[in-house]
């Protein structure tokens, strides 16, 4: 069998396991009409940063260049207060506030942005920047609850950047970047990785959970030539368990604003999934979701293009998922929320607030009252923070190959607390006393949310102990079952009916 033939089996075998009833995955013609979509988000003169909101009766829109949007983060950063452009008149927020790694220290990221929960846009961070500026610190960042007057922080950051770059001049002559997946994560340099091309990684699941996958090598030749309307999406988080694929955490480094994981005190064995590796054709990408546990995330794109969309907590899950706009027979796949339902829902809002405006009767709006959302391309170079809460779906506008993680600190801990005692019972009673020993404070005030909800912990709860193991052993009977069933009915499809019976 030739090496085309090859790939084109286990693609197949791979999207037979992950969407069973999808026969035609290429029925809508998408990889002939995304060129023109994609072409208008990359363009030079496309502005990257899009707002759209209803307002007092107002449809307020508006978009902003890279470099407007990187200068208005600077001003934020500044006076400390929230980002808005003015339009008619108007004010309006705009999110992601853009940064620059050089200017930007980790405890002023911490004060004024991940406290606050607002989506960042951080620029430079695999080339060294928050190396410098977090230098300039002069404390943890984590640990730090006061930040520094800005121009005195920044005047720092400058001299330490420079010293930095001065240092690296002389020891490597500046020409390796920080992160050596820089270099090493290209779609030519992973299919030519010694051992890592060989790798299975998770490209989907099965309709039981299983975990689909498939050798890097044959997803990279996928990624080149397939026309499907929403390919595979490499998403793999155990690759750190694979004695081979490992070798990808010696290519980044965690950057230092995100450098505080609560959840790692209960050890990698027992701590939900949180990192990604992530390799995605284009037109590829993930449905609207908010990240488990009340987490936040930080997501690096190393190579290519993204496309994403953001709405803030308070937008109903009715209205972010957009299950209404879907007519039938249409998919709702990532592509199809980005190029399709996305368009409607701004439009739906819009008719709303004019039928509301009409009659007088803000009622009319009904979920769709106080709507927002923020829409934005994300580069190779640039690192996405999305606060616990947001929703956001993101689509592959190029190929892409990037690093994500969900994290715990101590800005989002009581949201996360609140989740993980009731979505992981058992974790969550070795994490209460890790946070005893590491973080006594923490863990005072998860008692203190406890005592106010009238919360019991799963080892104090012999009843609740009961009920979790008889729902296991029904979820491991009923796993057992469809296995058997399933093997059941491939030895049927191998031996034939007759030769069955005969061998019974």
């Known amino acids: 069998m030739s090496d085309d033939e090859t790939w084109r089996e286990k693609a197949a075998k791979a999207k037979r396991g992950h969407r069973p009833s999808l026969k035609n995955w290429e029925r809508d013609g998408l990889y002939a009409s995304f060129p023109s979509f994609a072409a208008a988000l990359t363009s030079p003169s496309a ?4 707002s759209f909101q209803l307002d007092d009766g107002e449809v307020l829109e508006c978009s902003l260049g890279a470099e407007e949007a990187r200068r208005r983060g600077a001003e934020m950063s500044r006076r400390g207060s929230s980002d808005h452009v003015t339009t008619n008149e108007r004010t309006m927020m705009v999110y992601p506030v853009v940064l620059d790694a050089k200017e930007t220290s980790p405890s002023l990221f911490h004060q004024r942005y991940e406290a606050s929960c607002i989506p960042v846009v951080i620029r ?12 300039a610190d002069g404390r943890d960042g984590a640990n730090n609850e006061d930040a520094m007057d800005y121009q005195e922080e920044k005047k720092e950051c400058d001299n330490s950047s420079s010293a930095h770059i001065s240092s690296s001049s002389n020891n490597n002559k500046n020409t390796q970047p920080a992160w050596p997946a820089i270099q090493n994560w290209t779609p030519s340099a992973l299919s030519n990785h010694p051992t890592l091309s060989d790798r299975p990684l998770k490209c989907g699941e099965d309709d039981d959970g299983y975990t689909i996958r498939i050798k890097l090598k044959y997803f990279l030749q996928y990624l080149q030539n397939n026309k499907d309307d929403s390919p595979l999406y490499i998403f793999d988080a155990t690759f750190d368990e694979d004695k081979y694929a490992k070798c990808l955490l010696d290519d980044y480094t965690v950057p230092h604003y995100f450098n505080e994981d609560l959840f790692g005190l209960v050890g990698e064995k027992r701590r939900p999934p949180y990192r990604w590796f992530l390799v995605g054709p284009c037109r590829s990408g993930t449905t609207v979701h908010i990240d488990p546990l009340a987490t936040s995330a930080w997501n690096t794109l190393v190579y290519g293009v993204k496309r994403w969309v953001l709405f803030p907590p308070h937008v109903p899950k009715s209205v972010v998922k957009g299950r209404k706009l879907i007519l039938p027979g249409e998919d709702d796949e990532a592509i199809h929320y980005f190029t399709t339902i996305l368009p409607r ?4 809002a819009a008719q709303l607030l004019q039928v509301a405006s009409r009659g007088g009767r803000e009622d009319v709006l009904g979920e769709y009252a106080n709507f927002k959302c923020y829409e934005f391309t994300q580069f190779a170079g640039e690192t996405v923070f999305i606060p616990h809460g947001w929703w956001h779906a993101v689509l592959n506008v190029t190929h892409t190959i990037g690093i994500t993680q969900n994290f715990c600190s ?5 949201a996360v607390w609140l989740q993980t005692r009731s979505g992981r019972k058992k974790m969550a009673c070795t994490w209460l006393r890790r946070l005893k020993e590491q973080y006594p404070d923490l863990a005072a005030r998860a008692k203190e949310l406890n005592r106010r909800d009238g919360f019991v912990m799963w080892e104090d709860d012999p009843a609740e102990q009961r009920r979790w193991r008889q729902k296991r052993a029904d979820k491991e009977k009923k796993k057992r079952e469809k296995k058997a069933k399933k093997q059941a009915k491939l030895q049927k499809e191998k031996w034939g009916e007759h030769r069955t019976s005969e061998r019974k």
């Open 124 to 135: 430079d961070i695999p080339y060294g920047g928050d190396v410098a500026c977090s230098s």
């Open 47 to 50: 502005r990257p940063y899009s």
């Open 410 to 414: 101590k800005r989002n801990f009581d």
């Open 345 to 348: 829902m701004k439009r739906r």
